[in-house]
């Protein structure tokens, strides 16, 4: 069981735009950073969204990241067939003194 | 561009030690600028953090694997290497090195990922 709680699923159209939530404690996102990292079939993870709402360079601005007290959400707009991956949250745990991910949410691009 | 790729073997048997090593190419691994860590995924299933080291050799483990997990540094080799003890079916897992950026202390943030590496355990 994952310290950070995301969907196990979420699907929409082509061209629309998906939310994929991310709830954790005061412990971890709500007094840390959270960040989001992308995992296309077979490959390693991505660095996506970090420090809650910033894109690293050559991320498309399509992503999104927001926090919210002990929450956090990552939105994708315009989807895209390629957008089709795993995305995890993570975020420092101080109470662990560790890094914590969620369990990850699988994005199926209808 | 900074690469990181691990190496070691891909079937340990059961009880004895699992040993990786992490080489970082395009960037020094001797700056205090990252953290040098080791993540794992079992097959269909989330991320595991396992541990980090910084360049002076101070670790950090996961308190679940701390009795096990022993990682260290060379920066002579620009390589950081993992070794995982008593291994069970358990630790089957693809393993991937990765950089943290330690600018802003603890924010896990890992810029840059190994390939990752098949691990599986045999009885």
């Known amino acids: 069981q994952s310290v950070l709680t995301q969907p196990p699923s979420v699907s929409e159209a082509p061209r629309q735009r998906v939310t994929i939530s991310c709830s954790g404690s005061n412990s971890n996102i709500g007094n840390n950073a959270v960040n989001w990292y992308q995992q296309l079939p077979g490959k390693a993870p991505k660095l996506l969204i970090y420090y809650d709402d910033l894109l690293p360079s050559g991320v498309s601005d399509r992503f999104s990241g927001s926090k919210s007290g002990t929450s956090a959400s990552l939105a994708i707009s315009g989807l895209q067939s390629e957008d089709e991956a795993d995305y995890y949250c993570a975020a420092w745990d101080d109470s662990l003194n560790a890094p914590v991910f969620g369990g990850g949410t699988k994005l199926t691009v209808l | 561009q900074v690469q990181l790729q691990e190496s070691g073997p891909g079937l340990v048997k059961s009880s004895q030690t699992l040993s990786l090593t992490c080489t970082v190419s395009?960037?020094?691994?001797?700056?205090?600028?990252?953290?040098w860590n080791w993540i794992r995924q079992p097959a269909g299933k989330g991320l595991e953090w396992i541990g980090r080291?910084?360049?002076?050799?101070?670790?950090n483990y996961n308190p679940s694997l701390r009795s096990r997990v022993t990682i260290s540094v060379d920066t002579s080799k620009n390589q950081f290497s993992l070794k995982l003890r008593s291994v069970t079916a358990a630790d089957t897992a693809v393993y991937y090195c990765a950089r943290e950026v330690a600018a802003t202390g603890n924010a896990a943030v890992f810029d840059y990922w190994g390939q990752g590496t098949l691990v599986t355990v045999s009885p």
């Open positions: 080291v910084y360049t002076s050799g101070s670790t």
């Open positions: 395009g960037g020094s691994i001797n700056t205090d600028h990252y953290y």
